[in-house]
């Protein structure tokens, strides 16, 4: 290997270098070929290498790429802005602009305690969250996340948030079963607060649907319903991290849609921009708002890059693209084809345990034993052991935690750029239908399967 002062994720794995990409389509400088079956990390939502966003780029830059929000606004941070509230349904919203997730969930958390203290109550500080979610990797996002994987090594500074169970029917925390559970999981959050004290409790936080820490975990009908309620039932605020399932993802503009419901506060990232550049949002509620108008009238937060005119121009033309070419809706209709082969496939391969998720953010859980669900032993790594054949394979997956716990389980995503086509999917499907194959032989060679039954 080169001599490299590149921090990558793991320092001591060679990693190929990209040349170029186009639509679903990524090429390695030697001429590789893959299929980006991930959109990355759920982000190359529009593919990649689109004409119209290099062109936007190219025009915004040749006006003006950085002002400092605190001497200018912008035509398209205003414009990107209105957009968003006009998208998110029920209401008007307000945006503040950052540029990763992790600062979007991190301004939520604040924005919701300073909307308490504006309000003249100020002991409302805490939030809760779930087991089992991902909310971002800065300290204060990372005190809200329920992933114990990435908790683990910041333990000590991190705040104990993550109080309720995550609602996964595939594996209940609970012992339950829909629908005779009646959304236990759910309930669960009205005793946590009873036994917190909704005085110290600001907002409780989840994602839609649980990404990297659940591998596309949905939650039963009428779930959201019951989880609103209680939050308005005692004064929290409820906060959708929308970025990982927003802007189409899952078959709507915002997965919450599925479940009819408002979120008081939504954050953003990931295909706000689909990779173009970095930029996501923290969407404010008027009702969230008000007592920060009516008082201080400064939301405590901020960022050198926030509401930089180029990553704002480049968002704006990103979601026009995903609404001109009915991406939304592709992401339904080509999801359901999606799952629906995904489901077919379980049936010829046996270490998969459960087909979920929603549009084109499906998840595949894994297991040693569909009759006993058993995941693999940690030491398998049996994701690695997927994900890698998979790039081999010309087939890029994401990597999710699942399991018991969320601590001793295997789990990719499948998620594919949302212009991928019914013939494209077949494509990444035969990829990955061969990537399993050889993932299942070399389990049996190793003797950690059994050998396929002879029904002579
Ligand atoms: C739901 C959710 N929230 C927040 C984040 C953090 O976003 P970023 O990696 O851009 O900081 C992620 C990243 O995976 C996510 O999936």
């Known amino acids: 290997m080169d001599e490299t002062r590149l921090i990558k994720p793991l320092l001591d794995k060679e990693y190929p270098t990209i040349s170029h990409g186009d639509g679903i389509y990524l090429y390695d400088i030697n001429g590789k070929k893959y299929i980006d079956g991930s959109s990355g990390a759920i982000t190359a939502g529009i593919g990649h290498g689109v004409k119209e966003i290099i062109e936007e780029i190219n025009k915004q830059a040749h006006k003006i790429s950085f002002v400092y929000r605190s001497q200018f606004t912008s035509e398209p941070a ?10 998110a349904k029920g209401g008007e919203y307000w945006s503040f602009f950052v540029n990763s997730g992790s600062e979007a969930t991190e301004t939520a958390m604040k924005i919701a305690i300073q909307h308490w203290q504006e309000k003249g109550i100020k002991g409302k500080n805490k939030i809760l ?12 996002a990372l005190s809200m996340s329920g992933h114990t994987g990435r908790r683990a090594r910041f333990v000590p500074l991190l705040e104990d948030y993550p109080t309720i169970q995550p609602p996964y029917c595939f594996r209940c925390p609970l012992h339950s079963t829909f629908p005779t559970c009646n959304h236990m999981c759910a309930t669960e959050l009205e005793h946590a607060i009873n036994r917190i004290g909704s005085e110290h409790i600001a907002a409780f936080i989840a994602e839609p649907i649980i990404g990297a820490a659940g591998g596309a975990i949905v939650p039963p009908p009428g779930y959201y319903q019951v989880i609103k309620k209680i939050c308005e039932k005692y004064d929290v605020l409820f906060i959708a991290d929308e970025v990982m399932t927003g802007m189409g993802r899952t078959g709507k503009m915002f997965a919450l849609e599925h479940w009819d419901t408002q979120a008081d506060i939504i ?8 990779g173009y550049t970095p930029i996501a949002a923290t969407l404010v509620s008027e009702k969230v708002m008000e007592p920060i108008q009516k008082g201080s009238k400064l939301v405590m937060s901020g960022h050198t890059f926030s509401a930089n005119p180029q990553s704002t121009a480049v968002a704006l033309a990103v979601i026009d693209y995903i609404e ?9 209709k080509n999801g359901n084809y999606l799952f629906k082969k995904l489901q077919e496939l379980q049936h010829s391969h046996p270490i998969i345990g459960d087909v979920r998720g929603k549009g084109l953010m499906c998840g595949i859980e894994f297991v040693s034993d569909m009759i006993t669900k058993f995941p693999f032993k940690k030491e398998i790594d049996l994701t690695s052991l997927v994900v890698t054949e998979g790039q081999k394979n010309g087939l890029l ?3 999710a935690a699942a399991g018991i716990e969320g601590v001793g389980g295997d789990a990719v995503l499948v998620a594919p750029p949302l212009t991928i ?3 494209q999917i077949d494509e990444l499907l035969e990829i990955l239908d061969q ?8 389990l049996r060679n190793k003797g950690i399967i059994p050998l396929e039954e002879n029904c002579d």
Do not use: F
């Not at 969250?129 to 990797?137: A, E, K, N, V």
């Open 129 to 140: 969250s779930r087991w089992m979610s991902y909310h971002g990797i800065t300290i204060g």
């Open 324 to 332: 001109t070419h009915n991406l939304v809706e592709n992401s339904m």
């Open 78 to 87: 205003e414009k990107l802005a209105k957009k968003l509230s006009e998208l």
């Open 421 to 423: 086509t019914i013939a």
């Open 267 to 274: 954050t953003l990232g990931k295909g706000m921009s689909a």
């Open 397 to 399: 997956l994401y990597p």
């Open 435 to 442: 990537t399993l194959t050889d993932v299942e032989t070399e």
